[in-house]
């Protein structure tokens, strides 16, 4: 069951540009986190913004959450080619209820490329 | 990628043959995750074990099975009865940064069925 999606699904800009990309999501989250992926590897993590959260920031990441819309937003500023990778929302969610643990439900992905 | 090695990196599976994914973490976490990642798609969780002994199902458990007798170690079996078993397969554990759990991924192993 895929809660985010991430929009747009494909986001081609030069470098030194901002790279927003959007991500969507239909239920109650406990947490909404950010992952990368370069083209055939793992996922790496890049930050966490709690649902009590409005925002985050991280180097050139900043992170927004709106529960009310149900969105979240993630921008790169002043892009490096270094930054062309996949990018992942994920949703997490308490497994029961004062658990330490929460499953996450990943979307389907923005593909960004940096053109240099 | 941390302390979380996969291995192999590529595997070649002939139909009807069962196939063991290595997952390794040295990273003292209690729970570990095994997802699938399909061209184009984000990933799915196949199964999860918050601790050493025990495993829950995922969302699409079906011709998987795992086994979690050490801490360190959480290896996957796709069997026979996986449909279309060619994906990329990515484990992860859990940790702590800054208070909040989050998840270390490793390198992943893709497989083709042939």
């Known amino acids: 069951s895929q809660q985010g999606e991430e929009d747009p699904q494909a986001l081609s800009i030069q470098e030194g540009e901002n790279a927003t990309m959007n991500c969507s999501y239909k239920?109650?989250?406990?947490?909404l986190q950010w992952y990368r992926q370069n083209s055939g590897r793992g996922l790496v993590h890049l930050i966490l913004i709690r649902s009590n959260e409005r925002e985050k920031h991280s180097g050139r990441l900043r992170v927004t959450l709106d529960t009310s819309k149900k969105s979240s937003s993630l921008l790169i500023t002043a892009s490096r080619a270094a930054d062309t990778a996949s990018y992942f929302c994920a949703t997490g969610v308490r497994l029961y209820s004062g658990a330490g643990s929460y499953q996450l439900t990943f979307g389907k992905g923005t593909k960004l490329s940096v053109i240099p | 990628d941390g302390g979380i090695t996969q291995s192999p990196k590529y595997l070649f599976r002939k139909e009807g043959q069962n196939v063991t994914l290595s997952c390794e973490q040295n990273?003292?976490?209690?729970?570990m995750y095994w997802y699938r990642q399909d061209p184009g798609q984000g990933l799915r969780l196949i199964y999860y074990?918050?601790?050493?002994?025990?495993?829950q199902k995922g969302d699409i458990a079906e011709g998987y099975s795992v086994s979690r007798e050490k801490k360190e170690s959480f290896p996957l079996t796709v069997t026979s009865a996986q449909k279309n078993p060619t994906a990329f397969y990515l484990c992860a554990s859990r940790g702590r940064v800054r208070g909040t759990d989050t998840q270390y991924f490793g390198p992943g192993t893709r497989l083709t069925v042939l």
């Open positions: 074990s918050q601790i050493v002994n025990d495993f």
């Open positions: 239920t109650s989250i406990n947490n």
């Open positions: 990273l003292n976490h209690d729970a």
